[in-house]
């Protein structure tokens, strides 16, 4: 069978190439809160507008969600069933973005528990063959003196803490989201509100455009994923420019 190769011209310097490190095509497990969730969070948009085709994925968000509910109530070992399910096919990846609830008082969950469930998530992700990619919390969107308020500061650094310490991937949402929208100000990011006076929950066309940058932040650091991902030039340069999409 070696001798083929060589027999119809084949070089083997390309022939090993293109039969042994094709890269799957991706299946993305969106694990979060109502911030990824459908109606109102980046998810859904990510999955139907940067997703390459072949490619695919689920929307696990759940509105709400702690990172303590999120396994209490079944999701999380949905999310880990997924990928046992798809690994034969797909390279698996499970972004994980937990915080807006999981930071208030009545939460149950302290900062320290919050760091640990993460870890706990990500690892759990790899020995089921995945690959896990922690976020920073998107962005509110309510201003205070021209400036968005920074209220997911506590969780952010936590989660940067989490996924430095545990080698796991992580691209900083909350940071980009955070710039993105200060850059626009409050009146553009306003037409981005789920409903009026709603700063937290994404419209369609918000969810559009964050799960852009959500996209472009994890290509900016994983550039090995640019095979699975589809683009939108127009919109990433609207977004680097800091300009209202
Ligand atoms: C939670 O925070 C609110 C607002 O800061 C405060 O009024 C309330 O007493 C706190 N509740 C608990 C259980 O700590
Ligand atoms: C790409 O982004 C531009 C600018 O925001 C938008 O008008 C257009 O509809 C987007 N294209 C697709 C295919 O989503």
Redesign the pocket.
């Known amino acids: 069978m070696r001798l083929s190769l060589l027999t119809i011209g084949l070089p083997l310097t390309l022939a090993i190439p293109f039969s042994f490190l094709a890269a799957k095509p991706v299946y993305w497990l969106l694990a979060g809160d109502s911030t990824t969730a459908p109606a109102g969070g980046w998810g859904d948009a990510y999955l139907s ?1 940067t997703v390459a085709l072949g490619s695919s994925g689920h929307n696990y968000g759940h509105s709400g969600a702690t990172t303590k509910s999120f396994r209490a109530g079944g999701d999380w070992a949905n999310v880990i069933e997924d990928i046992a399910t798809n690994k034969a096919k797909y390279d698996v990846y499970v972004t994980i973005q937990f915080g807006h609830n999981d930071q208030k008082n009545t939460s149950g969950v302290t900062v320290a528990q919050y760091k640990n469930n993460l870890a706990a998530f990500a690892s759990e992700v790899k020995t089921a063959g995945g690959v896990p990619i922690l976020l920073t919390p998107l962005t509110r969107r309510s201003f205070s003196g021209g400036k968005v308020i920074q209220n997911l500061a506590e969780q952010r650094t936590a989660t940067i803490a989490v996924a430095e310490a545990n080698f796991i991937k992580y691209a900083d949402l909350n940071i980009a989201s955070e710039d993105y929208v200060n850059s626009i100000g409050s009146a553009a990011a306003d037409k981005y509100n789920l409903a009026t006076g709603d700063r937290t929950h994404l419209n369609e066309w918000g969810s ?2 964050f799960s ?1 940058i959500v996209s472009d932040i994890i290509l900016a650091k994983y550039s090995e994923l640019e095979y699975a991902v ?1 683009k ?5 340069a ?1 977004i680097k420019a800091g300009k209202a ?1």
């Open positions: 507008t559009v455009v852009r589809k939108n030039e127009t919109l990433s609207l999409a």
